[in-house]
């Protein structure tokens, strides 16, 4: 067992670079998330991990053991990894039995051994009735713990999940997240899972690499990523925020309800800083600033505003009741945290 480490690792396809010097160290047994928009190179660096696409600059490392650079490539099945795709990926001549069993066919475990450890793989996805049958027979959700079952026979070190829950409607998502959790907690394996979605990254993930055009935003966890975004990009992508240019004390990375005010106020021509505000952040009040409602979404347990300042400034905020598009309003800004750049 041992750490996964990315150093200034990069690919690119023909001209484009598509994943840009990246420097990542993947404790051992996390569950780690590469979340960022599409498009953003994830499924990319998975594939460099998996072994199934080269990389152009840098070096893959598994604990001492040197896995890839420029002119080393070690295959895929060298590498103690396991890989689940959002396709799935399932033989259709195959039972699931034969499916789950395929690894460990490659490695020579045959009859008893193999199929006890077939049917034991099946029984903690809860499919072992469905042994002899065919995937086309099965749900979605169930094909997919047919893959997480083919994964956990051949005892990987590292798991590396590509989208696992994306072709699942919602309500199967959250049932397989648990899957999943139980699933890292009884491997102890390291879990890599590439996501768009950051609300599944942050339920799931102890780590989150946030990705955006090929190059790594920030790194840490969930908490922290959410409490001190590293730039306004990070701040807009993990969960909902605004970021407003406030003159500032300089030094603060937190700043209290006090510090934003003053920082709104202030006209002269200190160089303003960007600030971001989370919506449970601002509070609709009597007294504060003055602010015109631009929105008002009905979210179930409370309303989405959107608020522009007098200084022409938007912000998000939550609120009880619903209130009238142009209404105006005053408003207080409790906390802010500062960012390195907008
Ligand atoms: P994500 O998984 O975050 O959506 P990908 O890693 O699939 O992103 O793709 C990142 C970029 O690399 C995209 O612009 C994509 O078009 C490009 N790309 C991916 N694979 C290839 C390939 N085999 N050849 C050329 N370009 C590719
Ligand atoms: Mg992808």
Redesign the pocket.
């Given at each position: 067992m041992a750490e996964l480490r990315l150093e200034r690792l990069s690919k690119a396809?023909?001209d484009?670079t598509?994943v840009r010097d990246i420097n990542l160290t993947i404790p051992q047994g996390a569950f780690t998330a590469l979340l960022?928009p599409?498009?953003?190179?994830?499924?990319?660096?998975l594939r460099i991990l998996a072994g199934l696409e080269t990389l152009s600059e840098g070096r893959l490392w598994l604990g001492d053991r040197l896995l890839a650079d420029k002119t080393l490539h070690t295959p895929p099945e060298q590498r103690d990894m396991g890989m689940v795709f959002q396709s799935y990926a399932l033989w259709p001549h195959m039972t699931v039995a034969e499916n789950v069993g395929y690894p460990l066919k490659l490695r020579n475990v045959n009859g008893a051994a193999r199929h006890k450890q077939v049917m034991d793989a099946l029984e903690v996805v809860e499919l072992g009735a469905y042994a002899a049958r065919s995937p086309q027979e099965l749900s979605g959700g169930q094909r997919q713990r047919v893959a997480l079952a083919r994964c956990l026979v051949a005892e990987p070190q590292v798991v590396l999940l590509d989208e696992p829950l994306a072709n699942l409607d919602r309500h199967l998502r959250a049932t397989m997240e648990q899957t999943f959790r139980d699933f890292h907690r009884r491997t102890g394996a390291t879990f890599v899972y590439?996501t768009h979605d950051q609300a599944e990254a942050m339920a799931l993930a102890s780590h989150i690499a946030v990705m955006h055009q090929g190059e790594l935003m920030q790194w840490g966890a969930p908490q922290a990523l959410y409490q001190q975004p590293q730039n306004g990009w990070v701040a807009r992508f993990i969960g909902k925020g605004s970021v407003l240019m406030l003159a500032t004390p300089a030094g603060t990375q937190q700043l209290d309800g006090a510090q934003m005010h003053a920082g709104l106020a202030y006209a002269g021509a200190d160089p303003r800083q960007p600030v971001l505000v989370r919506p449970e952040h601002v509070q609709v009040t009597s007294e504060g600033l003055s602010a015109e409602v631009e929105s008002c979404i009905y979210q179930g347990e409370r309303y989405l505003l959107d608020l522009r300042l007098r200084d022409g400034q938007t912000l998000s905020a939550f609120h009880h009741a619903p209130l009238q598009c142009k209404q105006a309003v005053a408003v207080s800004l409790t906390q802010g945290w500062r960012l390195e750049t907008a």
């Amino acid at each position: 067992m041992a750490e996964l480490r990315l150093e200034r690792l990069s690919k690119a396809f023909a001209d484009q670079t598509v994943v840009r010097d990246i420097n990542l160290t993947i404790p051992q047994g996390a569950f780690t998330a590469l979340l960022g928009p599409s498009g953003c190179g994830k499924t990319t660096t998975l594939r460099i991990l998996a072994g199934l696409e080269t990389l152009s600059e840098g070096r893959l490392w598994l604990g001492d053991r040197l896995l890839a650079d420029k002119t080393l490539h070690t295959p895929p099945e060298q590498r103690d990894m396991g890989m689940v795709f959002q396709s799935y990926a399932l033989w259709p001549h195959m039972t699931v039995a034969e499916n789950v069993g395929y690894p460990l066919k490659l490695r020579n475990v045959n009859g008893a051994a193999r199929h006890k450890q077939v049917m034991d793989a099946l029984e903690v996805v809860e499919l072992g009735a469905y042994a002899a049958r065919s995937p086309q027979e099965l749900s979605g959700g169930q094909r997919q713990r047919v893959a997480l079952a083919r994964c956990l026979v051949a005892e990987p070190q590292v798991v590396l999940l590509d989208e696992p829950l994306a072709n699942l409607d919602r309500h199967l998502r959250a049932t397989m997240e648990q899957t999943f959790r139980d699933f890292h907690r009884r491997t102890g394996a390291t879990f890599v899972y590439v996501t768009h979605d950051q609300a599944e990254a942050m339920a799931l993930a102890s780590h989150i690499a946030v990705m955006h055009q090929g190059e790594l935003m920030q790194w840490g966890a969930p908490q922290a990523l959410y409490q001190q975004p590293q730039n306004g990009w990070v701040a807009r992508f993990i969960g909902k925020g605004s970021v407003l240019m406030l003159a500032t004390p300089a030094g603060t990375q937190q700043l209290d309800g006090a510090q934003m005010h003053a920082g709104l106020a202030y006209a002269g021509a200190d160089p303003r800083q960007p600030v971001l505000v989370r919506p449970e952040h601002v509070q609709v009040t009597s007294e504060g600033l003055s602010a015109e409602v631009e929105s008002c979404i009905y979210q179930g347990e409370r309303y989405l505003l959107d608020l522009r300042l007098r200084d022409g400034q938007t912000l998000s905020a939550f609120h009880h009741a619903p209130l009238q598009c142009k209404q105006a309003v005053a408003v207080s800004l409790t906390q802010g945290w500062r960012l390195e750049t907008a």
